[in-house]
């Protein structure tokens, strides 16, 4: 400690120490903070078109149509760790072969405590389609309303909001046109 | 050219060392604890790691300087003694 570089040289070994004890223990307090929403799904209308396949448009495959209806209060998420909320809905169903889907059709990221009241009607963002290209098989599939939060410091940590009571069919395929 | 060598070492003597490390112990302890109390009541993680820069901004402001009070007990060098030959004999 006796020149000015080494008092820097000093201080900065117990300051490092110090700063990873304080995100350690702002890590920690995430776990103070259990909340848990709980919200409402509904499934307004699923339809099942034939298309094209969008990389080969030579193809077709059928495509799933969903519109919902979610209703949810995400506030008690938010604490001081909290950097965001991901936001996702999500199509789970079993295929004929016995193998388990899921797809995430609607995604939202949730920034700040304002904007966690999630109330809206919507039409799914990205595509719900099969693999084999055909709803045909497949078993009633269950959608429900998942949530990650994403802290500042710490471990990430998942949830689930809302779920449909029973699995929805898919009805039969119709042209487009009609 | 010493004048600057000076200024750029900032020599302290060795009882001011122990005082700057006794300091730097004491505040940088009491700032992760205050900091991160203060954040958690207030819930806002900016006033957490803004409290801990400032203590840290305000702690090189005292320790690395070489102040006057940490240089009030130069060393005490014994006077220096003519070689005589009596020494050797």
Known sequence: MHSIYARVNGVSGLWSTCI????????LSSFLFNADPKGDLDIVSLKVFHSKTRRYPFRNEEISFVKFNISTDFTPLFNWNTKQLFVYLEAEYTNAQGVNNTVILWDRIVRRKEQAKIDVVQKDKYRLRDLSGSFRDVLPAQYSLKYNVMPYVGVLSYGEAARTLEPIDFPEAKDSVS | MPALQELVEGRIDFKGQKKTDDIVRVVLITSTVLSFVVGFTLSSLKITLSTF???TVALSLVVLP???????????????????????G
Not at chain 2, 69 to 81: D, G
């Open chain 1, 20 to 27: 990873m004890v304080l995100l350690a223990a702002v890590a």
């Open chain 2, 53 to 55: 820069a400032l203590c």
């Open chain 2, 66 to 88: 070489p102040w006057p009070m940490f240089n009030k007990h130069p060393v005490k060098w014994v006077p220096s003694q003519e070689h005589s030959p009596k020494s050797k």
